[in-house]
């Protein structure tokens, strides 16, 4: 009888310098050719629980561990990290930390060459994982130059091409485009049914539901409270922070009272003060690279909820760095507050514009959370009680109070993002930037953090990119649809959504919600979260 290739009984686990167990008592195995998803609010222990399966614990996180992990009948304990590297892939949340390598090919082929592989056998295999997940023309460009999404995509391949047994997904569609996120999970179920053992992290459930996983876990603080079909999944889990198909919310919401009414976004009259110009603006990266900014011409005026979407590597980032002068256009000009960026500092913009990163290792660096929100405001100049003032705000909008004396990289990715979102906060800008807010989030402190930020005043203006359709239905009143380089549409969200056609040349999908809202428009007049809609009536 073959042993599964990953047997898990009564684990525990407690860090150091922490007073309750991350995960407790957690059973289960996993099947080869088997997907599970495991789904639970942030902070529930589900990248802890990967971390024992990968060997990081308690080979780089200390702390307490009990229970028996086997790999294919073999304890894992007294196993060495280069060991069990070679039965268990890891995609891990943040790319920033697992790219190494100065170029793609490099970067993919580092695992094989670790291992000691035959150099005529490490091409084709990089080859064949660049190419399962479209990127094969990636191939010979330098890591430092691709999109968030892209590097998401190459420490995939570097994890494929290992050819592991077991293959460990932490939130592997957080920094993907639609369209991609769903080219990725068709490669993960392709795995599995050439006899890959899978395990997928992720928020983004409605998506895996589309691959139809085999097992799903759902971990509440630290416990298992289900394990079985997706059948069962949907009476179990809390619609308020698992984000479930719109329609499935809007049924089980009709079973509850009415939510309080948040509006989604302000009112935009076009009238409003400008901010912020874009006035033809070039970019390219180096002087033999083609553009990846081509032309833009766009303002941004008090009262803006945008939301920019489009593809991975389509310039979203590099154009919201240029508003802070983070970047220079190679031809055009930036206009903030009517004064050039090409000539002023980054210390000068952060004055109108706060920049939350899409990588939160690019920004964290302090010893403990509260030093970490106070660094901004204090390089601003501010008095020592609007400091404190602004970083207590700024801690209860992101839902992290208890965390301030912690070292900000010790907590998790998800924790992480919203700590970088907190420092901006605390430095109220006039208008806030945040890249991809929502990753490594669960759907109840997204909701939370948005809400919060849109009700207070002091921003006269919030850009966001994403690749959650969603956060732009809900929040934005206006979107910006970008494709290589170039603005495709741009208008109120019911407007520049409603062409799916576009939509989908832009590599963007439409979602279960907005479906829904599309069918409500006539009645609605605007977009709504599903909780909402399940109480208007038909």
Request: contains cysteine; glycine residues 8%.
């Amino acid at each position: 009888m073959n042993e599964s290739p990953l047997t898990i009984e009564n684990l525990t686990f407690q860090y150091h310098r922490r007073f309750e167990p991350a995960i407790e008592n957690i059973t289960f195995s996993l099947q080869a050719g088997q997907v599970m998803l495991i789904a639970g609010s942030s902070g529930c222990g589900k990248t802890t629980l990967m971390r024992c399966i990968n060997g990081l614990i308690p080979h780089t996180y200390q702390g307490a561990m009990s229970g028996s992990i086997c790999l294919f009948g073999k304890s894992v304990t007294g196993m060495g990290l280069a060991d069990i590297s070679q039965t268990v892939g890891t995609l891990l949340q943040d790319p920033e930390r697992q790219i190494l390598g100065s170029y793609v090919l490099n970067e993919v082929a580092f695992g094989l060459e670790s291992l000691g592989i035959p150099r005529d056998e490490i091409t084709p295999r990089v080859e064949k994982a660049l190419d399962r997940l479209g990127i094969l023309h990636l191939r010979d460009r330098e890591t430092f130059g691709t999109s968030g999404g892209e590097k998401q995509k190459i420490a995939l391949a570097g994890v494929l091409a290992m050819e592991p047994k077991i293959l460990l997904l932490d939130e592997p569609l957080a920094s993907l485009d639609p369209a991609s996120a769903q080219e990725a999970l068709q490669a993960f179920r392709q795995l599995a049914d050439e006899g890959i053992a899978v395990m997928i992290v992720e928020h983004r459930v409605e998506d895996v539901l589309s691959i139809h996983p085999d097992v799903f876990m759902y971990l509440d603080e630290g416990k298992m409270v289900y394990l079985g079909d997706t059948d069962g999944l949907m009476d179990v889990v809390d619609y308020r922070r698992i984000k479930l198909p719109a329609r499935v919310v809007l049924e089980r919401a009709r079973q509850d009272p009415a939510p309080v009414f948040v509006p989604a976004a302000k009112s935009h009259s076009g009238e409003d003060a400008e901010l912020l110009r874009f006035e033809g603006v070039h970019f390219q990266y180096n002087e033999n690279d083609p553009e990846v900014l081509k032309g833009l011409n766009f303002s941004v005026n008090a009262g803006d909820v945008i939301a920019i979407l489009g593809h991975n590597g389509s310039g979203k980032t590099t154009m919201v760095k240029h508003a802070l002068g983070l970047l220079k256009p190679t031809k055009g000009r930036v206009l903030l507050e009517g004064h050039e960026t090409r000539k002023m500092t980054v210390a000068q913009a952060a004055h109108t514009v706060g920049y939350v990163f899409q990588s939160p290792s690019q920004m964290l660096f302090a010893a403990t959370v509260h030093e970490e929100l106070s660094f901004g405001p204090k390089n601003l100049g501010f008095p020592v009680d609007t400091i404190d003032k602004n970083v207590n705000w700024a801690i209860d909008t992101v839902n992290l109070k208890s965390e301030m004396d912690m070292p900000p990289l010790a907590l998790s990715f998800g924790q992480q993002k919203r700590i970088s979102i907190a420092a901006i906060l605390a430095m109220r800008s006039r208008i806030l930037m945040m890249d991809e807010p929502t990753a490594g989030q669960d759907y109840w402190n997204y909701q939370a953090f948005m809400d919060a930020i849109l009700q207070m005043p002091g921003f006269d203006a919030v850009i966001f990119i994403t690749h959650d359709v969603d956060l732009a239905v809900i929040y934005a009143n206006r979107i910006l649809l970008v494709y290589s380089g170039e603005i495709v549409a741009d208008g109120k969200p019911q407007e520049v959504l409603k062409d799916e056609k576009l939509l989908r040349s832009c590599r963007v999908l439409p979602t279960s919600l907005l479906k829904l809202n599309m069918e409500y428009l006539p009645r609605t007049g605007r977009f709504f979260r599903a909780e909402t809609l399940a109480h208007i009536q038909s």
